[in-house]
Nanobody, 120 residues
């Protein structure tokens, strides 16, 4: 009933910037915590950043001071502004949301991912 669709990925040179967006749609009553994960080939999926409904944020040490997560509760979207990108940031980035449905049940949803490639 809920879909998360990421956009904004692509190819960028080291030092450049990208802004990822994730749009949530469906039978949503509210969205609690939202986050961005990434997975590079041969590596485990890792949490990059998260934001609660109240706006509290978390960042992995590897992206702190370079990435900024934000959300628009009216539009039901979450964003990830990525600056000073490095080749090691190359990965598929996934959006994750803790969603309370209109039925009042709570479910975790994942987007299908968007590829970010940073060239050296």
């Amino acid at each position: 009933q809920v879909q998360l669709v990421e956009s904004g990925g692509g190819l960028v040179q080291a030092g450049g910037s990208l802004r990822l967006s994730c749009a949530a749609s469906g039978s949503i009553f509210s969205i609690n915590t939202m986050g961005w994960y990434r997975q590079a080939p041969g590596k485990q999926r890792e949490l990059v950043a998260s934001i609660t409904s109240g706006g509290s944020t978390y960042y992995a040490d590897s992206v702190k001071e370079r990435y900024t997560i934000s959300r628009d509760n009216v539009k039901r979207m979450v964003y990830l502004q990525m600056n000073s990108l490095k080749p090691e940031d190359t990965a598929v980035y996934y959006c994750k949301a803790d969603v309370t449905l209109t039925t009042r049940s709570t479910v975790l949803y994942w987007g299908k991912g968007t590829l970010v490639t940073v060239s050296s």
